[in-house]
């Protein structure tokens, strides 16, 4: 088993999601709201959240890395994911974030995602990092936009028109061999 680190920024602890998080996270997933920009779109009941947490944590050992629990160091609170995916038919390694509804629009998705690209750039060594945005999804457009993305292309995922971002380390010389 791969140890998943703990990553800590002002505000939130990003832990490994275990069972412990599941109620949270199968309530999260059962929000329209929450699933509207994610996969088909649609509310997933316990079972397919049961299945989507599954695949979370078996990510970390299929690629050394994934998602993580994301929640409040003043309180312990689970409040949503953020994290890395490449899985199959992903077109590069994915920097993706979901918060439960009453935690958007605090800045924990961008503060999350500034951890976890510095983990990519200074633990995994990666070169670049993407995120993948459904069009008219424009808080996480805003998100991508803070932490540094380029809107580099827009793209047709899985039946949905998807602008793509992409962030690099903050070294120019991998920037250029990549731009």
Avoid: C
């Avoid at 069972?19 to 649609?42: N, Q, V």
């Avoid at 008219?136 to 580099?152: F, K, M, P, T």
Wanted: charged fraction near 25%.
């Amino acid at each position: 088993m791969i140890e998943i680190p703990t990553l800590e920024t002002a505000r939130l602890r990003l832990s490994a999601l275990t069972e412990r998080h599941f109620d949270d996270y199968a309530s999260m997933l059962a929000d329209p709201e929450s699933t509207r920009w994610i996969g088909d779109g649609m509310p997933l009941d316990r079972t397919n959240a049961w299945r989507s947490l599954a695949m979370l944590i078996g990510h970390w050992q299929l690629r050394g890395y994934g998602m993580w629990a994301l929640e409040l160091k003043s309180t312990g609170e689970f409040i949503g994911r953020a994290g890395l995916l490449h899985p199959e038919g992903w077109p590069d390694v994915e920097l993706g974030w979901m918060l439960k509804p009453e935690h958007r629009h605090h800045g924990y998705a961008t503060e999350a995602g500034a951890a976890v690209l510095e983990f990519a750039w200074e633990h995994l060594h990666m070169q670049r990092v993407i995120s993948m945005v459904r069009v008219g999804n424009d808080a996480s457009d805003r998100v991508a936009e803070r932490l540094g993305g380029e809107h580099i292309e827009d793209i047709d995922f899985f039946g949905s028109d998807t602008h793509i971002f992409a962030y690099y380390p903050p070294h120019r010389e991998f920037r250029r061999a990549y731009a």
